[in-house]
């Protein structure tokens, strides 16, 4: 089994009760290729995981299990104050056992022994150290520039 740091960011559009927030996340997570296929673990934030039979497969499904986890919040809170207080818990809970894994894998990219083509050409590679965070903006305008291409996603090295 290979393991991949993985630093991704995810920007939604949230519509909760009474509010139109934009979440932005730049949090962390643990690609695994297992003999059943592919596997994605976060690590900041820690409660979700989701797989497919192969990498893309496994990233797209934890997109979603990530957008599905944002809406559960919206639909569990009453206002933006409370809203942005969730995602703030939600982004903390990190996963600690996974998170020792994603470190030894850093390690693993930085001495050469795998590396972002191995899963994916042309993935880009980010300093693992990179500030990792959760946002929740009010949004108050609307314009084309706002829109974002999904998903951005790099290895940490």
Do not use: C
Not at 76 to 85: C, H, I, V
């Amino acid at each position: 089994m290979k393991h991949y740091p993985i630093l991704f960011t995810f920007i939604d559009k949230i519509s909760g009760n009474g509010f139109l927030a934009k979440v932005t996340v730049h949090g962390r997570a643990l690609a695994v290729e297992e003999e059943d296929g592919w596997w994605m673990y976060g690590v900041e934030p820690g409660d979700l995981a989701a797989g497919g039979t192969t990498f893309m497969e496994a990233q797209t499904e934890f997109r979603k299990t990530f957008r599905a986890i944002l809406f559960d919040i919206a639909e569990e809170t009453n206002d933006l104050k409370s809203f942005r207080a969730e995602i703030g818990r939600f982004f903390r809970g990190m996963n600690r056992p996974v998170e020792e894994e994603w470190q030894a894998a850093v390690l693993e990219v930085r001495a050469g022994r795998i590396t972002a083509d191995d899963i994916s050409a042309g993935l880009p590679t980010k300093p693992a150290d990179s500030p990792r965070s959760a946002e929740v903006k009010l949004l108050r305008s609307f314009k084309p520039k706002d829109n974002v291409l999904d998903p951005q996603v790099a290895m940490a090295a």
